[in-house]
Nanobody
Framework: QVQLVQSGGGLVQAGGSLVLSCAASGTFFSIDAMGWYRQAPGKQRGVVATVTKGGSTNYADSVVGRFTISLDSAKNTVYLQMNSAKPEDTAVYYC???????????????WGQGTQVTVSS
């Protein structure tokens, strides 16, 4: 099992910066990818950014050039640097990890507890 503990978040003014972090712990064979998703009121949860253990990254179009995802594999921790924040970035942000318990098993998704990010205009 994988436990994900998120930190960071809170209130930031438009144009400001914020850093989210998420540390994975527990017993597992591998963490193949980690990422950040968000859910605004009345909307479905959607991807913000993902990073594989090999370092490949992917971003939602709305955050390209403003957000940066990074992975510290030694610490099993993923970060999301949020710059030039906009009010439309306001949402609950969830950390995600894709992990295998055994090498031959299919990877399973795990989720963090969520953290509120509010961008004021």
């Amino acid at each position: 099992q994988v436990q994900l503990v998120q930190s960071g978040g809170g209130l930031v003014q438009a144009g400001g910066s914020l850093v989210l972090s998420c540390a994975a712990s527990g017993t597992f064979f591998s963490i193949d990818a980690m990422g950040w998703y968000r859910q605004a009121p009345g909307k479905q949860r959607g991807v913000v950014a993902t990073v594989t253990k090999g370092g490949s990254t992917n971003y939602a179009d709305s955050v390209v050039g403003r957000f940066t995802i990074s992975l510290d594999s030694a610490k099993n921790t993923v970060y999301l640097q949020m710059n030039s924040a906009k009010p439309e970035d306001t949402a609950v942000y969830y950390c995600n990890a894709l992990s295998k318990q055994r090498s031959y098993q299919t990877a399973t998704n795990y989720w963090g507890q969520g953290t509120q990010v509010t961008v004021s205009s």
